[in-house]
Nanobody, 115 residues
Framework: QVQLVESGGGLVQAGGSLTLTCSASGSINSVLFMGWYHQPPGKERDLVAL??????YTNYADSVKGRFTLSRDNANLYLQMNKLKPADTAVYYC??????????WGQGTQVTVSS
């Protein structure tokens, strides 16, 4: 079992920055991938960024390339979000995939970007 807890969401003006933090606990050594998804109001949950914990693979959604950056420190995963746009307004969820394919989600953190 893996537990994920997000923090760092909030309200920011367009052009501003926020850093989201995902704190992982439990069977972290069994996790292969970690990343962030977001779910804008009335829309489906989509991938924002994903990184491998065993290789150098990292992938970003086209909409955030050049603006968002993933980083990791032990059991914490960070999403640095710069040049935020109103279209980035969403609930952001931390995600982990374990060996064997089991997927875990955090409870989500709200990011609201005002114009």
């Amino acid at each position: 079992q893996v537990q994920l807890v997000e923090s760092g969401g909030g309200l920011v003006q367009a052009g501003g920055s926020l850093t989201l933090t995902c704190s992982a606990s439990g069977s972290i050594n069994s996790v292969l991938f970690m990343g962030w998804y977001h779910q804008p109001p009335g829309k489906e949950r989509d991938l924002v960024a994903l990184t491998s914990l065993t290789t150098t693979y990292t992938n970003y959604a086209d909409s955030v390339k050049g603006r968002f950056t993933l980083s990791r420190d032990n059991a914490n995963l960070y999403l640095q979000m710069n040049k935020l746009k109103p279209a980035d307004t969403a609930v952001y969820y931390c995600h982990a995939v374990e060996k064997g394919g089991t997927r875990y989600w955090g409870q989500g953190t709200q990011v609201t970007v005002s114009s």
